[in-house]
C-alpha cells in the first residue's frame, strides 16, 4: 500500500470511529453531506504535491501523524470552557471564542447582535435558521481536486455562524478568535459559515492561535455568501506555534455590485495553508485578496489564492507578501480565471518577497487563464533581497543597520496592512508585525486574549 | 573640519578617485564642480560611507578622527549630511518614523533625551515652514510618488531636521526649475551658521547665484585641477569645461 493511501485509510478509521458522534450533534441537512464526502475524500485523498494546487507543500509531516484524538466536544467540555474563559481585550469588537473549533459556552450559543445579526454554533444555527442552512450551507466550498475539503464536510463537527441580514451594517466588526488548547496531540476540523444578505455590511476578525504546546493539526473549511451591493471584509490573523498545522479553505462567494477583501496575516506557524477562492458571480463585483506572512526557522507558509471571474465588468485585485529567514518556506500560487462572458475584466496580482538567508525559499506561481477578450490582467512577481540603496539612504541619517533592516522590513509590510480598513486594527497589526521582525512576538499579548 | 589627503578609490576594481585632497574649514561653502564621470558622486559617497566603493589610499579626517573608521550612521552622527543626487522611495516606511528615529539616535549620540511625539510634531513643523516644503509630504512614504522637485527639497528637509555641522549636496539642484531651486537654495542659507559648512556638488553655475561659495573646485578625471574663488564658477559657465581639459592635458603633455 503506498504511504498516500495509507495516510486515507488513517482517516477512514477515523471517520467510521466518529461519524455516529458527531452526527449526533449535527443536524439532518448537515449531516446529509457527509457520506458523499467522505467518498469524494476517498477518492482524492490527502492532496499531496502531485496537485497542481499543492505543488511546494509537504502535508504529510501533519496529516500523517497519530493525534490523540480527532477533536469532538463532548459535554464535559463546554463544562471546562466554561471555566476556562477567555476574554477578548477591547478592540471595540463583538467578541467570540471558539476553541479547538466549536462554540464553548452552554447557554447563549446563538447570540442576536444590533441590527439583527446573528452569531453563534453552526449546528445551532441549523436549528434555528433551518431555510439559511439549506439555501447557503454546502453550496460555496466545491472542489474536484482537493480532498481536504470533503475531509471537512465529512466530518467538522461545528464552527461559527454569522448571519447578517439585508440592509444591516455592523459598525463593529465580529472578531472570533480560534483557539486550539489541549494536552494532548489534537487533530480539529471546523466549519463556518456567513451570510451577509444583499446591501448589508459587515467586517469579521478571524485570530487563529495555539494556547499550549502539543502537536496539533487544523483543516477548516469558510463559506461566505456575500449578496447584492454589499461590503465584506474578512481579515485573519496567524499566530500559532511552531508545532502547529493550519490548513484554511475560504470561499468567499459575490453578487452583483458586492465588494469584498480577505486579508490573511500569518505572523507564526509550523506550516499553514490558506485556500482563499474568490468566486465574482455578478457584474459589477470587486474583491481584493491580500496576504503577508512571516517567517523563520523551519516554518512553511503556502497561499493559494483563485479569483474566478464569472461575469463581466468585476475587478479583482491580489497583493501577497512574504519575508523570509533562516530556513523557512513560502509559497504562492495566484490563480486568475476570466470565463469566456467575463468581458470588461480587471484582474490584478502582485507577489513581492524577501528573503533574508541564503536558505530560505520562496516560490511564487501565477497562473492566469483568460477566455475573455476585453479584459485587462496583469501579474508580477519578486524575490529579492533587502534593498541596498534604501539601507544606505536610512544609515545615512544616522540609523543604524539592523534598525534600518528592520525599517525597511516593516515598510514592505506594512503595504499589505495599509489596506486594512479599521484604523485601530490596522495600528494593532502594525504593532504585531514589528514585534515580530524584533523577535518579540509571543503570543498577540496586547492584543486578544486573557484566559485562566 | 574635513581634511581629505591623497584619496584614492575604485568601485568594482576601476579606478575612480585619484589622489583628492581637499580641505574645509568651519563655516566654508565649497563648491565642487566638473563634468560627468569625473568623480565628484563618488566622493561624496566615500565621505558618507558608500561600501560600494572601495578607498584604496589615502586619509580623510573629520574632527580630527579618522572618517573612514566609521559606519554611515555614526557619520551622520557626528554631524555629516549627504543630500543625495537620487533619494531613494522607501514605500511604506513614513516621514515622520523616518525622520523622529532618526532625530532621536542623534539626541541618542549626544547624550540627550529623546523628543516626545508632540515635541517631534512641532519641531517638523518648524522645520517644514523654513525650507517651505508641503506639509502634506511629511505625511507619505519616504520619498514614494514624490516629483523630482519634491524629493530634493525633502533632501534639504532632512537637513534642516539634522542640522548637520558638514552637507554634503550631490547636484541638488539638478532638474529643478527655478522655484524649487530657490527653495533649495533658501533652505541652505538660512541654515547656514558660523560653524557649519557645505560641499555643494554641481554640474551648472545657476546654484551658485543663490548659494555664494567661497572656495570652488573642479575636477576632471578623479582629480581636482582647478581650485579658486566664486569667480572660476562664472569662468566655467562661460566657457564650459573644454578649456579645462586641454589645460590638463597640455600639463601632461608638458
Not at chain 1, 470552557?81 to 459556552?105: K, M, Q, S, W
Not at chain 1, 473549511?221 to 506555534?241: K, P
Not at chain 2, 543625495?84 to 525622520?99: K, L
Not at chain 2, 539634522?162 to 550631490?170: F, Q, R, W
Request: proline share 3%; aromatic share 8%.
Amino acid at each position: 500500500m503506498s504511504v498516500t493511501t495509507e495516510i486515507a485509510e488513517r482517516y477512514s478509521v477515523i471517520y467510521a470511529e466518529n461519524i455516529e458522534k458527531i452526527s449526533d450533534y449535527s443536524s439532518p441537512y448537515i449531516n446529509s453531506f457527509r457520506k458523499p464526502a467522505f467518498e469524494k475524500f476517498r477518492e482524492l485523498g490527502i492532496p499531496t504535491k502531485k496537485n497542481e494546487a499543492y505543488k511546494y507543500t509537504n502535508l504529510n509531516i501533519f496529516f500523517d501523524h497519530d493525534y490523540a484524538n480527532y477533536f469532538i466536544p463532548v459535554a464535559s467540555d463546554f463544562v471546562k470552557a466554561e471555566e476556562f474563559r477567555c476574554d477578548v481585550a477591547d478592540l471595540d469588537t463583538h467578541g467570540i471564542v471558539l476553541l479547538n473549533g466549536f462554540y464553548p459556552t452552554i447557554n447563549d450559543k446563538l447570540r442576536k447582535l444590533p441590527g439583527g445579526v446573528w452569531v453563534g454554533s453552526l449546528n445551532e444555527a441549523a436549528a434555528k435558521f433551518p431555510d439559511l442552512i439549506e439555501k447557503h450551507y454546502g453550496k460555496y466550498a466545491q472542489s474536484d481536486s482537493d480532498g481536504l475539503i470533503h475531509l471537512n464536510t465529512a466530518m467538522a463537527p461545528d464552527g461559527m455562524f454569522i448571519y447578517v441580514p439585508e440592509g444591516a451594517a455592523l459598525e463593529k466588526p465580529i472578531q472570533i478568535v480560534n483557539l486550539v488548547y489541549s494536552e494532548e496531540d489534537i487533530f480539529n476540523q471546523h466549519r463556518n459559515l456567513i451570510i451577509v444578505e444583499k446591501n448589508s455590511e459587515a467586517t469579521v476578525i478571524v485570530c487563529d492561535h495555539t494556547l499550549s504546546p502539543k502537536k496539533f493539526l487544523t483543516n477548516a473549511v469558510t463559506e461566505v455568501f456575500v449578496g447584492e451591493n454589499s461590503h465584506f471584509d474578512i481579515i485573519r490573523v496567524q499566530n500559532e506555534h511552531n508545532n502547529a498545522g493550519k490548513v484554511t479553505h475560504t470561499f468567499i462567494h459575490q453578487e452583483r455590485n458586492s465588494v469584498t477583501a480577505s486579508n490573511n496575516m500569518s505572523l507564526h506557524g509550523g506550516l499553514i495553508r490558506n485556500s482563499t477562492y474568490h468566486y465574482l458571480g455578478g457584474e459589477g463585483a470587486e474583491t481584493s485578496s491580500y496576504g503577508l506572512f512571516l517567517t523563520d526557522k523551519w516554518q512553511h507558509v503556502d497561499n493559494y489564492v483563485n479569483v474566478d471571474h464569472a461575469f463581466p465588468n468585476c475587478t479583482s485585485n491580489q497583493l501577497f507578501k512574504g519575508v523570509l529567514d533562516d530556513m523557512s518556506t513560502g509559497v504562492f500560487n495566484g490563480r486568475i480565471l476570466v470565463r469566456k462572458d467575463a468581458q470588461g475584466t480587471l484582474a490584478y496580482q502582485r507577489n513581492n518577497n524577501i528573503i533574508l538567508t541564503d536558505d530560505a525559499k520562496m516560490d511564487s506561481k501565477p497562473q492566469l487563464e483568460i477566455f475573455a477578450d476585453d479584459v485587462k490582467c496583469s501579474h508580477g512577481a519578486t524575490v529579492g533581497q533587502i534593498d541596498e540603496d534604501a539601507l544606505f539612504y536610512l544609515q545615512s541619517r544616522g540609523i543604524n543597520k539592523h534598525e534600518a533592516r528592520l525599517m525597511l522590513m516593516f515598510g514592505f509590510a506594512h503595504e499589505v496592512i495599509q489596506n486594512i480598513k479599521i484604523y485601530p486594527l490596522r495600528e494593532r497589526m502594525d504593532n504585531l508585525v514589528m514585534q515580530r521582525l524584533k523577535g518579540e512576538l509571543s503570543r498577540c499579548a496586547s492584543c486578544m486574549v486573557k484566559c485562566g | 573640519m574635513l581634511v581629505i589627503n591623497n584619496l584614492k578609490a575604485s568601485i568594482a576594481g576601476k579606478n575612480i578617485l585619484k589622489g583628492i585632497s581637499l580641505e574645509v574649514k568651519p563655516g566654508e561653502i565649497h563648491a565642487l564642480m566638473g563634468p560627468n564621470g569625473s568623480g565628484k558622486s563618488t566622493l561624496a559617497a566615500v565621505l558618507a560611507g558608500r561600501e560600494l566603493v572601495e578607498v584604496t589610499e589615502g586619509t580623510v579626517t573629520y574632527l580630527g578622527k579618522n572618517l573612514l573608521d566609521m559606519p554611515p550612521e555614526d557619520r551622520s552622527k557626528e554631524g555629516i549630511f549627504l543630500g543625495f543626487q537620487y533619494p531613494i522611495e522607501i514605500p511604506g516606511v513614513s516621514m515622520v518614523n523616518f525622520m523622529k528615529t532618526a532625530v532621536n539616535e542623534h539626541r541618542k549620540h549626544n547624550g540627550i533625551e529623546p523628543l516626545s511625539a508632540s515635541d517631534f510634531l512641532k519641531m517638523m513643523r518648524e522645520k517644514k515652514e523654513l525650507v517651505e516644503i508641503d506639509s502634506k509630504l511629511a505625511n507619505r512614504s519616504v520619498n514614494e510618488g514624490y516629483s523630482g522637485g519634491e524629493k530634493k527639497k525633502n533632501e534639504i528637509f532632512q537637513m534642516a531636521m539634522l542640522e548637520p555641522l558638514l552637507a554634503i549636496l550631490d547636484e541638488t539642484d539638478s532638474g529643478l526649475d527655478i522655484d524649487a531651486l530657490r527653495i533649495v537654495a533658501n533652505g541652505v542659507n538660512r541654515l547656514k551658521r558660523p560653524d557649519n559648512s557645505f560641499i555643494v556638488i554641481t554640474h551648472y553655475q545657476r546654484l551658485l547665484d543663490y548659494i555664494v561659495p567661497d572656495v570652488v573646485h573642479v575636477m576632471y578625471d578623479g582629480k581636482i585641477v582647478k581650485t579658486a574663488g566664486k569667480e572660476l564658477a562664472l569662468e566655467l559657465e562661460e566657457k564650459g569645461y573644454d578649456w579645462i581639459k586641454k589645460e590638463v592635458e597640455n600639463s601632461i603633455v608638458a
